[in-house]
Structure formats: structure tokens, C-alpha cells
């Protein structure tokens, strides 16, 4: 029979022994009577600086009776579920499906579609990952921009210049098929147990090649460089694309996965009178750290020691009047980067390697935007609000692509030295009073959660501590409506996905949206229910990973 131990805790540096050698100690025996050990997950208890340790979970085969054990306080022993199959059988009827949008929920829709023997065509509007990545060191090196090659747009989509973070809250059988799948792709297998999962923006745009690559030649299209800009339907039915080119693509179901930031589609949209609504989330800043001041914070007198990587944190203050404000994509040892992807909007966010070496630590800080604060019914205009204060940063620093930045400790004293600390950002930043750069009922939140975040981790409001706006495309500002097949309210054959459709958060969840809607492609297309697939989202219809 085979078990779960769950909650197991481990001191630092005996986290990497033998699973079987620990099963003995813990359940007695010899490590020969375990059998297929394997570490299904382990995470960092950091709540007690004086005593950090592991906690992990390991799956085991036995024969041995382990009823009536004592086991150590908080330790579970259970029934180890049974694995789940992902493998279908192809479809008889193959629909002809288009999707928009190379991110992580328009390929992994790519890859189950393949699964069932669709074979997709993936329409990306900027360019391949060599030429993207060019054109992204264009920016950060010199400041200029190309509206479709920067850090939002082209292969991989925004996932791609990013922590490559995995984490997320949702809950789904799905999941392990994202993680297993980028594992296949040269992800580092441990992702498989770490709980909170991080490739690398270094890692994950080979993982993105390497997807690509084998899709095509499982019979997927990839077409970059084509901007989807309309398309044609009979009947309140979708029924053909068309591209910037001119070009009419003809298709019985359009996966719609263009990001959070493919305004310009958001427009059209609207236009045609697609179904959808305005959707709160979040705007702030970027704080940046000496990383060396975050780890010793978070790790006490464990600092230094060999088995702790890179500390992370998440802190949340909960404000008067449905307010809050909190960290959000927490990138340790990252840097801070330009992600502008229209001419004259500053955009920051934050990215790592695989390796976190950079010698900072960043992450967003930002205060909840509710649609009460969009001050008009207009189902654009959380985006307009987006755009009008990425502007008013471009300006602030002499319309360039810098970034707006202030100490924190002169933020908290509203008083601009002109002074700023050391920061990762490319290619520059420019001492600016955060005043003038934010929304002032953003302002007014990041002010007050300041000082509870520096009494939760010491030196978090130090000196050394940088500001850098704005940080505006935390989520999309819209939600599309779908039915519970997937498809629009009001086109049929339309299909939004992912996290510019308004249902996913993060790389992962948007995987797995992606996913979902390969799965009721498929089912429409006469394929039996995939039941593990289509099982609802925990934590609702909107999922957000950070």
C-alpha cells in the first residue's frame, strides 16, 4: 500500500538525506522496507527565527503495518492519492481553432489541443524569442521602445521577463501537468516539490523555444508578427480573424489569450460589443532591497547558512474602507524592469534568474484599485486609468523611459531630498517626488502600510530602500464573460483565456485556464469529458497567483 507523511519537519541541512533513511527514523524499520520513496513537496518554516527548518511530505510504498504509530506532533500519515492521467485519446471531428496570444495560457492551450489531435494555429503580434530579446535589451540599454517587442509582447508572452515564479493559489489537478510540463522543457525538476516553485525568466524563454518547437512538430502553426485586430462573425457566431495584414483566417473557434496588456484589443472588443466588465486590481510602486537586508530580516541568525536561498516575503495591511495594500510578486534576488509597451507609459515590474544573484530584492507594492475609483461606467476605464498615470511617469522624467523613483524613508516624510539609493532598474532612474507619479488615493494607502510592513521586517523602510513607479499591470482591468462551456456570453466560438481575459493571475493559473478551455474546445468537438481538467478553480473564476 502506498502513504503520504505529510508535515514532516526537517533541520536545516538534512533536508537533501535519503528519503528512505529518513522514513526509518521517523516510522522504524530499515530504509529497505520503504519502497518508491518519493518528496512530493517541501517548504521553508521561517516562522520561528531562532528555529527554521523544513517541512516536507514524502510518498512511500510498505508493507509493514503503520497502524497505531506515534508519530511526531503536527505529522500525518494518510492513503497516498492515486496519480492522475492526462492522457486522451484524439478527437474524430477536428474543429479548425485559432488562438491569439503566445503566453503561457494560449501555448498550453496549443498543447492539450495537440493532445486531442487538434492542430491550432497560435497567432503571436510580436516576434520570436531571439528578436524579442533584442529588442527588450533595446529598451533597458538605450531606452528605446518597440511596441510589439518589449516585455509584455512576443513569444511567451509577459510570464517571460518575470521571476518565473510557479506559485499560486488556486487549486487544480492541472497544476501538475503545467509543472511537469515545463520539467520536460528543462525546468529544474525540483519545482515538481518546492512549494513555491521559481524557474527563471534565464530558464523559462528556453522552456518557451524548446514548447514551441516540439509543438510544431506535432502539427501546430506558430505565427509571429501577426497582429490580431478584427475578426468576423454570422449570426452572433465567430467565424474568421483578421490580422493587421489584411489577412482573413477562417475558424471555428478563437481562443482568445492576448495578456493584460493588448489594449488595443480591449478596444475592438468593445466595439463589437463583446460581453465584459470592469474588474478591480492593484497599482503601487516597486520597492527594492539590498537582498542581503531581506535575507538577514527574514532568517534571524540562520542567515548564511548554506541551505537557505534567496528570502522572499509577503506582507499585507489591511486599510479602512475596503482598502489594502500589499507585496505582489515578490522577485528575490531580481532586478527591477522596464516593461513600457506604448509609447510614452513608463511600466515596472520585476524579474529574476534561476540563480536570484543579483544582490537586490524587489517587489511590487501596491493598494487595492476598486471600479468605484475608475469614476465612469465606461467598461475601459480601470485601462484608461492604467494609461493616464503611466503617462504622467513618462513625463515626470522628461519623457524618456526611465523611472520615476524616491527613497522610501523621503515618501514617508513627503519630502523630496532629490537623493535615491542604489537600484537594479534599468536604464535609469530619476529622483522624482512619488506625489506627483500616483494616484493620490494609491498614495495615501502605500503611505499608511509602510510603517506596518517596516515593524513586520526590520529595515524594510531604511535608507537603503527604493521606490520606482509605477508599477500599474498587476491584472487586467477587464473581465470577459464566458459561459460554463467556455465560450463568450454573446459570441459563441469566442473563448477568452487567461489572465487579459480576467481569469488568471500569474503563469501558472493562466496555464491551467488555458488548459480548461483546450478541454472544452475538445468536448465540444465530440471528445469525452476530461473530468480532472474541468473541475472548477477553488478560489473562483478569477484566480490570482501572487
Given amino acids: 500500500m502506498r502513504f503520504l507523511l505529510s508535515n514532516l519537519p526537517l533541520e536545516l541541512g538534512q533536508e537533501d538525506r535519503p528519503i528512505d533513511q529518513v522514513l526509518a527514523q521517523v516510522l522504524g524499520g530499515s530504509p529497505g522496507d520503504y519502497q518508491a520513496p518519493i518528496l512530493e513537496?517541501?517548504?521553508?518554516?521561517?516562522?520561528?527565527?531562532?528555529?527554521?527548518?523544513?517541512?516536507?511530505?514524502?510518498?512511500?510504498?510498505?508493507?509493514?503495518?503503520?497502524?497505531?504509530?506515534?508519530?511526531?506532533?503536527?505529522?500525518?500519515?494518510?492513503?497516498?492519492?492515486?496519480?492522475?492521467?492526462?492522457?486522451?485519446?484524439?478527437?474524430?471531428?477536428?474543429?479548425?481553432?485559432?488562438?491569439?496570444?503566445?503566453?503561457?495560457?494560449?501555448?498550453?492551450?496549443?498543447?492539450?489541443?495537440?493532445d486531442y489531435g487538434i492542430e491550432p494555429i497560435l497567432l503571436e503580434r510580436g516576434p520570436d524569442m531571439a528578436e524579442r530579446v533584442r529588442k527588450v535589451d533595446a529598451l533597458w540599454d538605450v531606452g528605446v521602445l518597440d511596441p510589439q517587442a518589449n516585455a509584455q509582447f512576443g513569444e511567451g508572452g509577459a510570464g517571460t521577463f518575470s521571476d518565473g515564479k510557479l506559485t499560486t493559489r488556486i487549486g487544480h489537478p492541472a497544476i501538475r501537468l503545467v509543472l511537469e510540463t515545463f520539467v520536460r522543457f528543462g525546468a529544474d525538476p525540483r519545482?515538481?516539490?518546492?512549494?513555491?516553485?521559481?524557474?527563471?525568466?534565464?530558464?523559462?524563454?528556453?522552456?518557451?523555444?524548446?514548447?514551441?518547437?516540439?509543438?510544431?512538430?506535432?502539427?501546430?502553426?506558430?505565427?509571429?508578427?501577426?497582429?490580431?485586430?478584427?475578426?468576423?462573425?454570422?449570426?452572433?457566431?465567430?467565424?474568421?480573424?483578421?490580422?493587421?495584414?489584411?489577412?482573413?483566417?477562417?475558424?471555428?473557434?478563437?481562443?482568445?489569450?492576448?495578456?493584460?496588456?493588448?489594449?488595443?484589443?480591449?478596444?475592438?472588443?468593445?466595439?463589437?460589443?463583446?460581453?465584459?466588465?470592469?474588474?478591480?486590481?492593484?497599482?503601487?510602486?516597486?520597492?527594492?532591497?539590498?537582498?542581503?537586508?531581506?535575507?538577514?530580516?527574514?532568517?534571524?541568525?540562520?542567515?548564511?547558512?548554506?541551505?537557505?536561498?534567496?528570502?522572499d516575503y509577503k506582507l499585507v495591511c489591511n486599510l479602512p474602507d475596503n482598502r489594502a495594500a500589499y507585496s505582489f510578486c515578490m522577485c528575490p534576488g531580481g532586478q527591477v524592469i522596464q516593461c513600457?509597451?506604448?509609447?510614452?507609459?513608463?511600466?515596472?515590474?520585476?524579474?529574476?534568474?534561476?540563480?536570484?544573484?543579483?544582490?537586490?530584492?524587489?517587489?511590487?507594492?501596491?493598494?487595492?484599485?476598486?471600479?468605484?475609483?475608475?469614476?465612469?461606467?465606461?467598461?475601459?476605464?480601470?485601462?484608461?486609468?492604467?494609461?493616464?498615470?503611466?503617462?504622467?511617469?513618462?513625463?515626470?522624467?522628461?519623457?524618456?523611459?526611465?523611472?520615476?523613483?524616491?527613497?522610501?524613508?523621503?515618501?514617508?516624510?513627503?519630502?523630496?531630498?532629490?537623493?535615491?539609493p542604489r537600484t537594479s532598474f534599468r536604464p535609469f532612474a530619476v529622483a522624482t517626488d512619488l506625489a506627483t507619479c500616483l494616484p493620490p488615493f494609491v498614495l495615501t494607502q502605500l503611505r499608511a502600510a509602510l510603517p506596518a510592513f517596516d515593524r513586520k521586517l526590520q529595515g524594510f523602510a531604511s535608507r537603503e530602500a527604493i521606490l520606482l513607479a509605477i508599477e500599474s499591470r498587476t491584472s487586467s482591468p477587464i473581465q470577459l464573460l464566458r459561459h460554463e462551456d467556455g465560450q463568450s456570453v454573446s459570441h459563441a466560438g469566442l473563448y477568452p483565456c487567461g489572465e487579459g481575459a480576467g481569469f488568471a493571475g500569474g503563469i501558472t493559473s493562466a496555464?491551467?485556464?488555458?488548459?480548461?478551455?483546450?478541454?472544452?474546445?475538445a468536448s465540444k468537438a465530440g471528445a469525452p469529458a476530461f473530468e480532472p481538467c474541468q473541475k472548477r478553480i477553488k478560489s473562483g473564476d478569477v484566480a490570482t497567483d501572487y
Fill in 191 to 311: 519545482i515538481l516539490y518546492l512549494a513555491k516553485p521559481h524557474v527563471g525568466t534565464d530558464v523559462i524563454r528556453r522552456c518557451s523555444v524548446r514548447i514551441r518547437k516540439e509543438a510544431q512538430q506535432r502539427g501546430a502553426i506558430f505565427r509571429f508578427k501577426a497582429k490580431f485586430t478584427d475578426f468576423e462573425e454570422e449570426h452572433g457566431q465567430v467565424v474568421a480573424i483578421i490580422l493587421e495584414s489584411g489577412e482573413t483566417i477562417p475558424c471555428e473557434a478563437l481562443v482568445l489569450a492576448p495578456g493584460h496588456s493588448a489594449r488595443d484589443t480591449f478596444e475592438m472588443l468593445q466595439r463589437h460589443g463583446v460581453a465584459m466588465r470592469q474588474k478591480a486590481f492593484a497599482m503601487g510602486v516597486r520597492v527594492e532591497h539590498p537582498r542581503e537586508l531581506i535575507d538577514r530580516a527574514q532568517y534571524g541568525p540562520s542567515f548564511g547558512h548554506p541551505s537557505l536561498a534567496p528570502a
Fill in 41 to 114: 513537496r517541501r517548504s521553508l518554516d521561517a516562522r520561528h527565527k531562532c528555529s527554521i527548518r523544513f517541512l516536507v511530505s514524502l510518498s512511500f510504498a510498505t508493507v509493514r503495518t503503520l497502524s497505531g504509530l506515534p508519530l511526531p506532533p503536527g505529522v500525518r500519515m494518510e492513503p497516498a492519492p492515486a496519480d492522475t492521467s492526462f492522457e486522451v485519446a484524439a478527437v474524430t471531428r477536428k474543429p479548425r481553432v485559432v488562438v491569439v496570444g503566445s503566453g503561457p495560457a494560449g501555448t498550453f492551450c496549443a498543447l492539450r489541443l495537440l
Fill in 340 to 420: 513600457a509597451s506604448e509609447p510614452g507609459g513608463i511600466v515596472v515590474n520585476g524579474m529574476s534568474n534561476a540563480k536570484r544573484d543579483s544582490g537586490f530584492s524587489n517587489s511590487g507594492l501596491v493598494a487595492k484599485v476598486n471600479t468605484s475609483d475608475f469614476s465612469s461606467e465606461d467598461l475601459l476605464a480601470g485601462m484608461h486609468l492604467q494609461r493616464h498615470w503611466e503617462q504622467v511617469c513618462f513625463r515626470a522624467v522628461g519623457e524618456t523611459y526611465g523611472a520615476p523613483a524616491m527613497s522610501v524613508q523621503d515618501f514617508l516624510k513627503a519630502k523630496a531630498s532629490g537623493q535615491i
Fill in 511 to 521: 496555464a491551467v485556464d488555458g488548459i480548461r478551455v483546450a478541454e472544452w474546445i
